[in-house]
Nanobody
Framework: QVQLVESGGGLVQPGESLRLSCAAS????????MRWYRQAPGKQRELVAA???????TYANSVKGRFTISRDNAKSTVYLQMNSLKPDDTAVYFC???????????WGQGTQVTVSS
């Protein structure tokens, strides 16, 4: 069982930045692909960014050029750097870990990001 704990959310104004962190309870190294999802009120959960065990990254079109996902395997932590935030980025952000060998995934509890003036 993998436990994921997100942190770094908060209330910011449009144009500002936040960095989210996701700490895993196990070594993520080469065994896990890591992802960030978000869910806004009344909307479906959507994939924001992903980073594979080989450090290949993908992004939703809505965040390309503004968000950067990275991972520090030694710290078992994944980050989401969010710049030029917009009100549409307001959502609960969830960390997701996929155990590659079995296709099993794990979720964190989420962290709230609110972008408002």
């Amino acid at each position: 069982q993998v436990q994921l704990v997100e942190s770094g959310g908060g209330l910011v104004q449009p144009g500002e930045s936040l960095r989210l962190s996701c700490a895993a309870s196990t070594l993520i190294s080469s065994n896990y692909d890591m992802r960030w999802y978000r869910q806004a009120p009344g909307k479906q959960r959507e994939l924001v960014a992903a980073i594979t065990n080989r450090i290949t990254t993908t992004y939703a079109n809505s965040v390309k050029g503004r968000f950067t996902i990275s991972r520090d395997n030694a710290k078992s932590t994944v980050y989401l750097q969010m710049n030029s935030l917009k009100p549409d980025d307001t959502a609960v952000y969830f960390c997701n870990a996929v155990y590659i060998a079995l296709g099993r995934d794990y979720w964190g509890q989420g962290t709230q990001v609110t972008v408002s003036s």
